[in-house]
């Protein structure tokens, strides 16, 4: 009898203590540029992180078309949150690949995410492939990332191709506006990030009739681009398509200005041009660019503005195109997360093989996210938007726009 009681009492500590084995965080492992030139931007991704675990930790079922969220924790796996592990790689790809290793072998994280430099999320998903642990690329847009045939890799955003596409449809309907859009220049720093998108616009414009009069590659540590604007100065190209970072983006904006030149169009590949240092640091010199991003507040009442509210009140700026994407893929990964019930790697990456979240589930402009066998998100969009007054306002596609497109742009004129 006292044998058959105390078996009795020592029940309810085991579940207590299953329980809790069930409901330990999950680990992620997230990595950005957290200081160095693109600290600012590695910053707003690590706060849309923040935002988007805290929105599933805590629940939010106002927040109706999330997937996940809705309740707090995975419901999946016992109700457990998640926990991202931060680590800054200071945009340095032998640093990231260093990073990834302890992760993964010593923090023992389910899952990476990460890493806005493609040259460090080039590295990082090498050193995950080859541990067999799932990578979430968030904003890393470099071609070659999803071209290795690795089977850990998943990557929502728009890549390159995807933009070399929209900006050519774009200039056609600019074209067809009346607009002169007879060349281009492209201009782009030389690393994985600026090669491959550089190397996409050239091959697009080629095919859809658009000439490349001049190509001006650079590096993006430099600290004088008078060359390269003298360059196009002498071309003097309808369009100037810039693939930059930061501060090279801000030092391009105030060379121009010093040296007394600016095309009709230019057209910035998001990266620099969205980092929350370039509006203040050049916003008055800039007037009239024209930046591609994912992001659109959307009507009242719609699940991107509900959002907003929320990271609005966290960081006290409203979401742009580097945390947009860095939500979107978090919710993704969360997501996936949930209904692998485990932290099991294999069984992750068959989550993550298998989402198909519809629109409707989306805050940003992509169509939906649906992975293709090379780990690329199948149904990834862009918007374009220009640089009017104070702020970006989206003014393409149509359907998106909530401002005209000015045309040419002013800059500091």
């Known amino acids: 009898m006292i044998r058959r009681r105390t078996m009795l009492l020592s029940v309810p500590a085991i579940l207590t203590a299953t329980r809790s084995r069930a409901v330990e965080p999950v680990k992620v492992g997230v990595m950005f540029p957290l200081t160095g030139n693109s600290a600012a931007s590695g910053g707003e991704a690590k706060a849309a992180v923040e935002v988007a675990a805290d929105i599933v930790n805590t629940g939010h079922p106002e927040l109706k078309g999330l997937t996940i969220g809705l309740t707090p924790g995975l419901p999946g796996i016992g109700g457990a949150r998640i926990q991202p592990v931060y680590v ?7 640093m990231a690949q260093s990073l990834a290793l302890k992760l993964i072998t010593t923090d023992r994280v389910a899952a990476l995410f990460g890493a806005y430099h493609s040259s460090c999320a080039l590295t ?19 071609g070659n990332i999803t071209a290795r045939g690795f089977k850990n890799t998943f990557r929502v955003t728009p890549i390159a191709s995807n933009f070399a596409d929209s900006y050519m449809r774009f200039l056609h309907d600019q ?32 095919n859809q009739g658009f000439p490349v009069s001049i190509r001006v590659p650079y590096n993006a540590n430099g600290a004088d681009v008078s060359a390269q604007v003298l360059q196009l100065k002498e071309k003097n190209p309808s369009v100037a398509m810039f693939v930059s970072y930061a501060s090279d983006a801000i030092l391009f904006m105030r060379t121009m200005k010093s040296l007394d030149y600016v095309p009709p169009m230019i057209v910035g590949d998001s990266a620099g041009f969205s980092d929350p240092a370039f ?14 991003s994912v992001w659109s507040k959307g009507p009242e009442g719609s699940l991107s503005r509900g959002v907003n509210a929320i990271y609005q009140a966290r960081t006290g700026n409203e979401i742009g195109d580097v945390s947009g994407r860095s939500l ?12 692998a019930g485990s932290t099991d790697p294999a069984r992750l990456r068959a989550a993550l093989a298998a989402t198909a979240m519809p629109r409707s589930a989306m805050i940003v402009g992509y169509r939906g996210v649906k992975f293709d066998d090379s780990g690329q998100n199948a149904e990834s969009a862009t918007y374009l938007t220009q640089l009017q007054d104070k702020d970006y306002v989206t003014v393409w596609p149509d359907d998106a726009a909530v401002a005209k497109v000015r045309w040419p742009m002013a800059a500091w004129r």
Do not use: C, M, W
Request: glycine share 10%; proline share 4%; net charge negative.
């Open 279 to 292: 509006l203040p640091a050049v916003g008055g010199l800039a007037q009239g660019l024209v930046n591609r």
């Open 175 to 206: 074209k067809q506006a009346g607009r002169r859009v007879e060349d281009l220049a492209i201009v782009n720093e030389n690393t994985d990030y600026g090669s491959s998108v550089g190397d996409a616009i050239a091959a697009e414009a080629k």
């Open 328 to 339: 979107q893929a978090f919710f993704v990964l969360a997501d996936a997360l949930n209904r």
């Open 88 to 94: 800054d790689h200071r945009g340095d790809p032998s």
């Open 124 to 142: 990082a998903t090498a050193v995950a492939e080859r541990y067999g642990v799932p990578f979430v690329v968030a904003d890393s847009v470099a």
